[in-house]
């Protein structure tokens, strides 16, 4: 008799497992970001973030907070793109929120979600981090359902915004007239950020001009912002003189204030006259070596070498005048230079005033004495030799002379 084995059949059953990344855990992973990732400095502006749940995820991303940088103006006009999520603002935290209604609005593996919004960028310029976090519930609450954000948080680069006013920065400085002044001015944007932007035509004038005149190339292109001067021209001395920039669709500048004293005069045959009858005038005469024979040739003032007036060697006798003035008072600045003469610098010189046999004599400590008719002090030498002085004479008096 035959003995029957019994079939057993093993039924084994497959349960579906969720994929897994390492030991039971699912990935949960998202990332962030702005289009377009920069934003104009002190404007209000529209900007879009973007969140994606990782492709290669096992999980649905049901909510996500979004913390405003410091600086930022409270977002306005929350629009989420998709009609199942809503968005809100709570204490400078953006709260992006998949719909509790029917169906699952979560975002499922590779979707993502575009969050449009308004918020006005700092004036300080800079990357700003939009820190944020996900989890899978859409309540944003429950422990274990945290997702990673993979790639940096999300951030927005403060760039310079829209060219809006003018400003000088480099100031102008006190000078002569006739001589270059040099200044640069600076296209900046509302927040005072240099518009690297603007490249337009940037135009200068005198303020406080009165009779005065701006020489020299007065308008300049801009590069990166700035548009640099270097030979401006004001024709005659005076004080609080300032410079006015302008560009069309800009904001003007004015600089601060600066003096102009009178032309330096170089000056190699007869009478060298200052240009201006003014409070402060400047002259440069330069002594030039010569002997006997060519003392007719060059302006020179009676000096020596040896301390005594003509007792030593004089170079001529040709003066350097300063027209009547009708100021109170009017100071002269004589500078003497020495350009290396070989017999050395210049000891000290005269001034003398029109009809008057003598000398002026030195400045009291007070300045010009009531009924002199004017005075001189001997400022000293420079390194180089130079001799410097200055003269006071009263108004209305006659034309001073030095020699």
């Known amino acids: 008799m035959r003995t029957r084995t019994p079939l057993v059949l093993v039924l084994v059953v497959c349960f579906m497992l969720p994929a897994v990344n390492g030991w039971g855990a699912e990935l949960k ?20 973030l973007i969140f994606t749940n990782s492709a290669a995820g096992t999980a649905r991303l049901g909510s996500i907070d979004t913390t405003v940088p410091a600086g930022w103006t409270t977002p306005t006009g929350l629009v989420p793109s998709r ?16 719909s509790s209604g029917g169906g699952d609005a979560r975002l499922a593996p590779g979707e993502s979600i575009t969050l449009r919004f308004n918020s006005e960028a700092p004036c300080a310029l800079g ?25 940096a948080q999300p951030s927005l680069e403060v760039v310079p915004g829209a060219p809006h006013h003018l400003a000088f920065g480099t100031q102008p400085s006190d000078g002569l007239a006739g001589q270059p002044l040099t200044a640069t001015v600076r296209a900046e944007d509302s927040c005072d950020n240099l518009a690297t932007s603007f490249s337009g035509d940037v135009s200068v004038e005198l303020g406080n001009a009165g009779d005065a005149l701006l020489d020299g190339t007065t308008t300049m292109s801009a590069t990166d912002g700035i548009a640099g001067f270097s030979n401006l021209i004001v024709d005659r001395s005076g004080s609080d003189y300032t410079l006015i920039a302008t560009s069309e669709g800009l904001l003007p500048a004015t600089s601060s204030a600066f003096s102009i004293v ?19 005038t400047l002259a440069t005469v330069t002594i030039l070596e010569c002997d006997s024979s060519c003392e007719d040739e060059y302006l020179t003032l009676d000096l020596n070498r040896t301390g005594n007036f003509c007792g030593g060697r ?15 008072l009017t100071e002269v600045i004589i500078t003497l230079s020495n350009d290396s003469l070989p017999n050395g610098p210049p000891k000290a010189f005269q001034a003398w005033k029109e009809g008057f046999e003598d000398p002026l004599p030195p400045c009291a400590d007070t300045g010009l004495v009531e009924g002199q008719p004017g005075c001189l002090d001997s400022i000293g030498k420079t390194s180089f030799g130079d001799l410097t002085a200055r003269l006071l004479f009263g108004a209305g008096d006659p034309a001073t002379g030095i020699r």
């Open 83 to 98: 009609e199942d999520w809503t968005a809100s603002v709570s204490s400078g935290v953006i709260q992006l929120r998949a």
């Open 29 to 48: 992973e998202f990332s962030g970001s702005f289009t377009p990732a920069t934003a104009p400095a002190g404007t209000n502006a529209e900007h879009s």
């Open 262 to 280: 009178g032309k330096a005069a170089s000056c190699h045959s007869g009478s060298c006259t200052v240009n201006d009858a003014t409070s402060t």
């Open 314 to 328: 004089c170079l001529g006798n040709a003066p350097l005048f300063v027209p009547p003035t009708t100021a109170p």
């Open 127 to 151: 990357s700003y981090s939009w820190l944020s976090e996900g989890k899978q519930s859409n309540t944003f609450k429950g422990p274990k359902n945290d997702f990673t954000l993979t790639g």
